[in-house]
């Protein structure tokens, strides 16, 4: 191997910067560490004159990602673009064919092309590095992929997206609406160019879908994700969920069951003595269960600049030491397919909040609906009740024990049939320890 490893970098914003910085910083220790020099040769963004905080005067400048990834002045591609399509995926499939390793943050680029780009990367012989796209600075896919080899995972779980972690944390503390919250993470720079991505859940689904196919030696599917974000969380939720000893997390889970690998992204309870449960803020978690390990879970930045820079630079250092894991654990043609587990499926305990119109009968009438499906109450609490005492509707709050979607889905059907209740009925499902 050549003494010195020629990076270069395609988009230069935040992450890109970090990256540029913590190479300077460590420097020293990386040659130590790797046995060579790195040193970034070449970078691509959009604004060539723009102060990017480092001195770029002995870097190559170019206009295109595209020919970045095709020089012949660089050894290893940094892709730091993002977008599932366009110039960070011609980018990074250019440098893999022109026998370049490739380091990337991007997520939605490998929810929808890993495969193909691992198929290559094998094919050439090279590596296809991407700590950096799940759970920003956490070291989850190495965990994963050689940590845990000596495991068999049950599950793999948790908060994938800080966005939406910080939106949740701060409603529940600052009993603050959900727009304001959302609003402040945009201001702080956590959220996605179009937050409809963290929001809506599509965010966390792009990064289980990698964490499943390492968790599971599973092709990457993201279409075999059931994905719900947190829009219709609301302040009376998180109010009822902390009462009743429970936190409202946006998780990812993925997880071993009879009729396959169940993939879901969802707000969901989780019971606050948990690990997940602690974790506040932009600050993501990652919990696996395992027969070896039990259970582990792993705490830290999801998102931020030095945070995301942290894995690139890992993934940079291994390159630069020569090591070239396959990028999905398994052979590209080992990967077994996955097919989507219907969310009818889904077994566990769900919390339920029904705006009941407050007159006799109406606890019998939903319980009996339960009943008749086997559906087992752990609680039933009324909060409160209609001022004026004319019958106007009062939340009330379910907890079931055990059960399956179709079965709560078909009772809350009856119960709106029955006329108990004034709107649609709120369902959560609770996470199992
Ligand atoms: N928008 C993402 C988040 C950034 O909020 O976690 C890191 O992928």
Do not use: W
Not at 108 to 127: C, F, P, Q, T
Not at 143 to 164: D, F, H, K, M, P
Not at 377 to 405: F, H, N
């Amino acid at each position: 191997m050549a003494e010195i490893l020629r990076i270069g970098i395609a988009g230069v914003g935040t992450v890109g910067a970090s990256v540029v910085r913590l190479l300077a910083q460590q420097d020293e220790a990386l040659r130590a560490r790797t046995g060579r020099k790195v040193v970034v040769s070449a970078i691509s963004a959009r604004d060539k004159a723009k102060d990017r905080g480092f001195d770029t005067s002995a870097i190559k400048f170019f206009d295109d990602p595209v020919a970045l990834a095709a020089s012949e002045d660089i050894d290893l591609f940094v892709e730091l673009i993002g977008g599932d399509e366009g110039p960070a995926r011609l980018a990074v499939e250019t440098a893999l064919k022109h026998g370049k390793s490739v380091v990337t943050a991007n997520k939605a680029l490998l929810a929808k092309h890993g495969l193909a780009l691992a198929a290559l990367a094998e094919e050439k012989r090279v590596a296809l590095a991407y700590e950096a796209s799940v759970a920003g600075g956490i070291p989850i896919v190495k965990t994963l992929r050689e940590g845990l080899a000596g495991n068999s995972i049950e599950r793999v779980y948790g908060i994938l997206n800080g966005t939406c972690n910080y939106i949740l944390s701060k409603m529940e503390m600052e009993e603050m609406p959900f727009d304001v919250c959302l609003k402040e993470a945009q201001r702080l720079g956590y959220a996605e160019a179009d937050p409809t991505f963290d929001i809506g859940g599509f965010d966390t689904a792009h990064k289980l879908a990698i964490l499943a196919s390492l968790a599971f030696g599973t092709e990457i599917d993201a279409e075999a994700i059931s994905v719900e974000g947190i829009e219709h969380v609301t302040l009376a939720d998180l109010k009822a969920a902390e009462e009743l000893g429970y936190r409202i997390k946006l998780l990812g889970v993925a997880q071993r069951t009879p009729h396959g690998v169940e993939q879901r992204v969802h707000p969901t309870m989780v019971r606050k003595t948990t690990s997940i449960a602690q974790v506040m803020g932009v600050t993501n978690a990652v919990t696996i269960d395992a027969d070896a390990v039990h259970e582990l879970t792993l705490v830290g930045p999801g998102a931020g600049g030095n945070a995301t820079a942290s894995a690139v630079v890992a993934d940079i250092a291994d390159i630069a030491r020569g090591v070239r894991s396959r990028p999905l654990g398994l052979p590209r043609a080992a990967l077994s397919k996955v097919k989507r587990v219907e969310m009818q499926r889904h077994e566990g305990g769900y919390y339920i909040r029904l705006a009941v119109f407050d007159k006799p009968g109406a606890f019998a009438g939903i319980a009996t609906r339960m009943a008749e499906r086997g559906i087992s109450l752990e609680s039933i609490v009324q909060r409160g009740r209609g001022a004026d005492k004319t019958g106007a509707p009062v939340p009330v709050v379910l907890i079931t024990y055990a059960t399956t979607e179709k079965l709560v889905r078909e009772a809350l059907d009856a119960i709106m049939a029955d006329g108990f209740v004034a709107e649609r009925p709120q369902s959560i499902r609770i996470e199992r320890e």
